[in-house]
């Protein structure tokens, strides 16, 4: 079957061709906490999931990541996998409680020695390590000053990042300090779904602003240690009006203000915005210049060599009453009628990706984008022939990079493109069930079996362009047979 995707009709005809330019990054992503298991080993200390995870009904299903998919352990194997795609880049996380077990002080050698270990090893095999320092697994110690709630939380995070840039940045070109800070804020901060389960809207809103201050502070102290370009990843989803009615552009608005713009605007050097500052501050009550005080907007702005993009859907927005549980006037309301969904019903919206490309580039002018996230849930599995077989990834992947391939065509500066994610992994609170990855995982064994969807990536990265047909796993030759070896 093939699906048809809303807002996805003539620009697919022209990227179809697109051929990305020569030295464009293209790889997977990863996360620390989600694959590595091995929580004990080599002195890291406790993290603020491990503690969270040990709550009473905190992960879907009850699981943890003490194995995960072991790639503490399996590093090698997965870099072999990665490897044998062909792919040039590789994102993963150092384990922030690995390098600095009791969040601030004693730097542990062991953690450091095994990042750089891998590092190496993907430099000796033409793999550009793309490193994020904080994919939400603070050290738990640091709670006791509120986590990122306090402001301490930004000298802590300078010493882990100048330990990490010390050792490692004469080597890494690509730095992300802070993943989705608007994921922290509302899902750790504010609805306490995540790390560390905190529900305060006011602290919700100080952990946001803090996360972004340890990013420019970080870049600051680690810029001396690296000549690796320095960004952030933010989780950017489009928000569109349910209708016409003003009231819903007036919701779409304040959302991508909440969303997209008060993350965007101070990072990239505009300040927090004036609309979404009066919303936040009649939300907590008043007092917002006690979080967001005189010179922090200075101390974040122009400190971004790239923007990290990390895209899955849109958001489609409707005007509603604050009230419990609703600080702003909006709601989400999703799309009316049938639209293509992923297993675990978000909607797939490509032509949102061009429009959101099209858009950084209008208004963010000068920054290059990296696509550090782009993917989907579908819990295809192996069938009797031990294969994976799902063509619904094929199809979203080909349309994602095609509806990329758009805004390039028209003037977007993406240096590159990192599938979410390399493996099947621990989706946080949602455990072991959404699978994202490109190669399957056996949770019980650690096999690593890559789907049809990673043979299918592998094919479009060669040419460097959309190949093959949907639905189908390209006539890869070697490549399936090479890769057979994994599966
Ligand atoms: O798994 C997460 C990742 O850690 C952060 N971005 C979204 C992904 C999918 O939910």
């Known amino acids: 079957m093939t699906l048809r995707f809303p807002e996805h009709g003539s620009p697919e005809d022209r990227s179809a061709t697109f051929r990305f330019p020569e030295g464009f990054l293209w790889g997977a992503a990863t996360s620390a906490y989600q694959i590595e298991g091995s929580l004990e080993t080599d002195g890291r200390g406790v993290s603020v999931w491990d503690t969270f995870a040990a709550r009473e009904g905190a992960i879907e299903g009850g699981g943890d990541a003490r194995i995960a998919c072991d790639s503490y352990a399996r590093w090698r194997e997965d870099l072999d996998i990665v490897e044998h795609l062909g792919l040039n880049a590789y994102r993963f996380s150092v384990a922030w409680s690995r390098v600095v077990p009791e969040g601030r002080g004693r730097v542990e050698p062991r953690g450091l020695d095994h990042y750089e270990r891998q590092i190496d090893e993907m430099l000796a095999r033409g793999i550009a390590p793309v490193v994020t320092l904080n994919h939400w697994d603070m050290p738990e110690a640091l709670m006791s000053d509120g986590g990122w709630m306090g402001r301490s939380s930004v000298d802590a995070f300078v010493e882990y990042a100048v330990a990490v840039a010390d050792r490692l940045g004469d080597r890494v070109p690509w730095w992300i300090t802070q993943n989705e800070p608007w994921i922290i804020q509302l899902l750790g901060y504010q609805l306490g779904l995540h790390a560390p389960g905190i529900r305060d809207l006011r602290g919700s809103l100080a952990a946001g602003h803090h996360v972004l201050l340890a990013h420019g502070a970080a870049y600051d102290a680690m810029r001396p240690l690296t000549s690796g370009r320095i960004g952030a990843g933010l989780n950017l989803l489009p928000c569109v009006p349910a209708s016409d009615d003003p009231a819903d552009l ?17 990072l990239l050097g ?33 400190r971004s060599d790239f923007l990290g993009v990390n895209f899955y859907t849109h958001r489609v927005m409707a005007a509603a009453e604050p009230g419990p549980g609703r600080p702003f006037p909006w709601k989400v309301v999703g799309t009316a009628g049938e639209v293509p969904r992923t297993d675990e019903g978000t909607e797939i919206v490509p032509g949102a990706f061009t429009d959101l490309l099209r858009r950084l580039h209008r208004e963010y002018p000068g920054t290059p984008l990296l696509i550090t ?79 049809d969807s990673a043979r299918h990536y592998a094919e479009i990265v060669r040419a460097g362009r ?15 047979d090479s890769l057979g070896a994994f599966g």
Request: net charge negative; no cysteine.
């Open 466 to 480: 959309v190949v093959g047909r949907e639905g189908t796993a390209p006539d890869a030759g070697t490549l399936v």
């Open 373 to 451: 996230e782009n993917g989907a849930i579908y819990g295809d599995s192996p069938t009797h022939d031990g294969e994976v077989h799902d063509v619904r990834r094929i199809q979203y992947l080909r349309a994602h990079i095609e509806a990329m391939g758009t805004a390039m065509q028209e003037g977007a500066d993406v240096a590159g493109y990192l599938h979410w994610s390399l493996l099947d992994n621990f989706e946080w609170a949602l455990g072991y069930r959404p699978r994202f990855g490109l190669v399957y995982v056996d949770f019980r064994t650690g096999e690593r079996i890559p789907k």
């Open 250 to 266: 007036a919701a779409a608005h304040g959302s991508d203000g909440y969303v997209n713009r008060w993350f965007l605007d101070p």
């Open 270 to 302: 505009e300040g927090y915005p004036d609309d979404m500052r009066a919303h936040w501050d009649r939300a907590i009550g008043g007092g917002i210049d006690d979080i967001v005080r005189a010179g922090d907007e200075e101390a974040i702005g122009g």
